[in-house]
């Protein structure tokens, strides 16, 4: 089903209200969600499926994926803790271990990624030939 204009012009609008100094409020989302579940404007499953896009993606922005070919130590990620909100603010890490990386860190943060990994090196080098 595709998503009419007018449902995802009031999903953006109603997003923008559950924001509280800049960071989504979970209670006011679930207050808005549950008034458009009671009131069931046109097209409300629509705007449900746009907000709940629209929190995934707020939430991925947040959220910090550290990818590396071995355990990074206690005191590594810390570091990689410290640095991260330094740049960006509250945000959550995840640390992963993937051996196919062969040696390095690849960082995701939302659609964003740093990739200082000998895979991604290895795979341009490759590419250059």
């Not at 991925?60 to 070919?69: L, Q």
């Not at 890490?93 to 990739?115: C, H, M, Y």
């Amino acid at each position: 089903m595709k998503l009419s204009r007018e449902a995802r012009r009031q999903a953006r609008e109603l997003f923008a209200l559950a924001f509280v100094s800049g960071r989504l409020d979970s209670g006011r989302l679930r207050a808005i969600a549950a008034g458009i579940a009671t009131e069931k404007p046109r097209s409300y499953l629509q705007i449900l499926k746009e907000i709940t896009r629209l929190v995934r993606l707020e939430t991925s922005n947040h959220h910090a994926i550290i990818e590396s070919a071995v355990p990074l130590d206690s005191a590594e990620t810390l570091g990689f803790e410290k640095n991260l909100r330094s740049k960006f603010g509250d945000i959550t890490t995840e640390f992963r271990q993937n051996p196919a990386l062969i040696g390095g860190v690849r960082v995701k943060i939302g659609s964003d990624v740093w990739d200082g990994s000998v895979r991604a090196r290895l795979d341009v080098i490759k590419n250059q030939l």
